[in-house]
């Protein structure tokens, strides 16, 4: 069977984008691969956490993960600090890396630019991202427009291990998801949708109240001609809300288009405020009954060992290949 690995990062409260780029992504493909859904906690520390709020964050990335319907009896849920093979291989890899190919990442770049130090782990971050990808060895990989380049590397990583030691390591093929891959913005849509941005408005987060979610929707930016028409050259605001709709009540951008058609903006975003409040009702109510629960914690213990047995065989592999003495 393909097998298919993916994380979001607890770096924060997590917002739609998270849920029409990830998890309604990730609902979907546990029935069609073999999933290991993580948790990147390590990825996380590659700039400053508050401890507390780390582990907060980590335990409300899993209860999302079951809350949207992710099935741990049939996908592997933990996290990533669980298993110690994550950062040995990340280590190993690092040895096959060229600092010239790592300087060239854009995310580095663009995280680093401005500031006076960084750590060297958000140098070599995805490094240890392509040693999360290889660990399990896995088919298929959901990928962004921003991750594309660091799946490049790990297929890159890969082959010249698997040149210089013997065939290894799976090679990865992307999986690109069209429609709600990148949420932008209710403030501006040339901008990803993110709470980093100062505007609280231009984000809607998954435990945001109904009051608030129908405030934020209403207030979301158009255009002036009015036509409810997915064309993100000419109308990328109205089109990131029709993405939105499509995502949330899982029906087609033309159906969505020709139920709207001859209606005003005012209309629109008052029901697509309450399609998302209806998805997400639930997936509130799932996250508060298990979050701070003993069954979160037993998931994620019996997680971290069906992704220790699974990496370490690969860890094993690598090892063994280089010239290391195991037993």
């Known amino acids: 069977m393909k097998r298919l690995l993916s994380g979001i990062k607890p770096s924060g409260d997590l917002n739609i984008g998270g849920y029409g780029g990830a998890l309604h992504q990730f609902v979907k493909m546990q029935h069609e691969y073999e999933c290991y859904f993580f948790v990147p906690d390590l990825h996380a520390v590659t700039v400053p956490q508050d401890p507390k709020e780390l582990h907060q964050r980590s335990r409300d990335i899993a209860a999302f993960y079951m809350a949207a319907g992710i099935d741990p009896g049939k996908a592997v849920i933990f996290l990533q600090s669980q298993v110690p093979a994550h950062t040995e291989l990340g280590w190993l890899l690092e040895t096959q890396a060229h600092f010239g190919e790592l300087g060239r990442m854009t995310q580095f770049k663009d995280k680093a630019e401005g500031k006076d130090t960084v750590s060297s782990a958000l140098f070599t971050y995805p490094v240890l991202m392509a040693a999360d990808i ?20 790990t297929r890159d990583l890969a082959e010249r291990f698997n040149r210089r030691f013997g065939d290894t390591f799976t090679l990865p093929e992307p999986v690109i998801q069209d429609i709600g891959s990148r949420i932008m913005g209710l403030d501006d849509p040339s901008k990803k949708m993110s709470k980093s941005n100062p505007n609280k408005g231009s984000y809607v987060l998954l435990l945001d109240s109904p009051d608030e979610i129908r405030k934020k929707f209403s207030r ?43 209606q005003g903006y005012g209309t629109f975003k008052k029901e697509l405020a309450e399609v998302v409040i209806e998805k997400l009702t639930p997936i509130q109510e799932k996250y508060r009954e298990i979050v701070h629960s003993s069954e979160l914690d037993q998931i994620l213990k019996d997680g971290a060992e069906r992704a220790t047995a699974a990496a370490e065989r690969t860890l094993t592999k690598v090892k063994q290949a280089m010239g290391f003495v195991t037993f």
Do not use: C
């Not at 298929?140 to 427009?145: A, R, Y």
């Open 134 to 153: 290889l660990l399990y060895q896995a088919t298929h990989v959901p990928v962004g427009d921003d991750q594309k380049q660091h799946l490049e590397l």
């Open 220 to 262: 979301a930016v158009t255009d002036s001609d009015m036509q409810i028409r997915y064309d993100w050259e000419q109308k990328p605001a109205v089109s990131n809300l029709i993405e939105i709709y499509s995502v949330f009540s899982g029906e087609d951008i033309p159906v969505i288009e020709k139920r709207y058609e001859g």
